[in-house]
T-cell receptor, first 114, second 118 residues
Framework: AQTVTQSQPEMSVQEAETVTLSCTYD???????LFWYKQPPSRQMILVIR??????QNATENRFSVNFQKAAKSFSLKISDSQLGDTAMYFC???????????FGKGTRLHILP | GAVVSQHPSWVICKSGTSVKIECRSL??????MFWYRQFPKQSLMLMAT?????????EQGVEKDKFLINHASLTLSTLTVTSAHPEDSSFYIC??????????????FGPGTRLTVT
């Protein structure tokens, strides 16, 4: 069974700083997908970034980038030039290659301080 | 594109009654929809997977007779909480997978439904 672990329950950083959220996972599969989702106070789940396990290149989306280490089963999210609107709960998630289900980590609550 | 709606956004019901939550894909066809439950300050827990025209697949520990799921069309799935009790109070989120994009793409999430059982 797959598991996703986020070891940082809560983090706070000053606006404009860079912050890295950690995530490790466990799976015996070789092909799969990893995601970071953002859940702001509205509770709407928003996809931040997606990584295919078969791609060695780390995914980037504007200020968001990941450090995907497949052998170490690590998938961290880096937010550059953090903004007040980045304040939210962030969930790391794993999806099998067949897309049958998404498994979420427990989340990291991120506070961006003015 | 890829919008998923849920109705109602918030519902209060009395203990012992049943309540139905709808999940609709507005601009795509969803062969598969997923239902999650989220307790305050916790993660999303998958309750069940529903495929259009077939019975839902429930996760271990989820009472299928209590949480009835129907996926009668390619754009609508419903979750009915039967004989609701205060412990069923939670935030319920649905997601849908775009039939045209296949299984390898992410799920699109609805805005969630807050259920309060008094």
């Amino acid at each position: 069974a797959q598991t996703v672990t986020q070891s940082q329950p809560e983090m706070s950083v000053q606006e404009a700083e860079t912050v890295t959220l950690s995530c490790t996972y466990d799976t015996s599969e070789n092909n799969y997908y990893l995601f970071w989702y953002k859940q702001p106070p509205s509770r709407q789940m928003i996809l931040v970034i997606r990584q295919e396990a078969y791609k060695q290149q780390n995914a980037t989306e504007n200020r968001f980038s990941v450090n995907f280490q497949k052998a170490a089963k690590s998938f961290s999210l880096k937010i550059s030039d953090s903004q007040l609107g980045d304040t939210a709960m962030y969930f790391c998630a794993f999806m099998t290659f067949w897309g049958d289900k998404i498994i979420f980590g427990k989340g990291t609550r991120l506070h961006i301080l003015p | 594109g890829a919008v998923v709606s849920q109705h109602p956004s918030w519902v209060i019901c009395k203990s012992g009654t049943s309540v139905k939550i709808e999940c609709r894909s507005l601009d795509f066809q969803a062969t598969t929809m997923f239902w999650y439950r989220q307790f305050p300050k916790q993660s999303l827990m998958l309750m069940a997977t529903s495929n259009e025209g077939s019975k839902a697949t429930y996760e271990q520990g989820v009472e299928k007779d209590k949480f009835l799921i129907n996926h009668a069309s390619l754009t609508l799935s419903t979750l009915t909480v039967t004989s609701a009790h205060p412990e069923d109070s939670s935030f319920y989120i649905c997601s849908a997978r775009d039939r045209a994009r296949g299984a390898s793409y992410e799920q699109y999430f609805g805005p969630g439904t807050r259920l309060t059982v008094t």
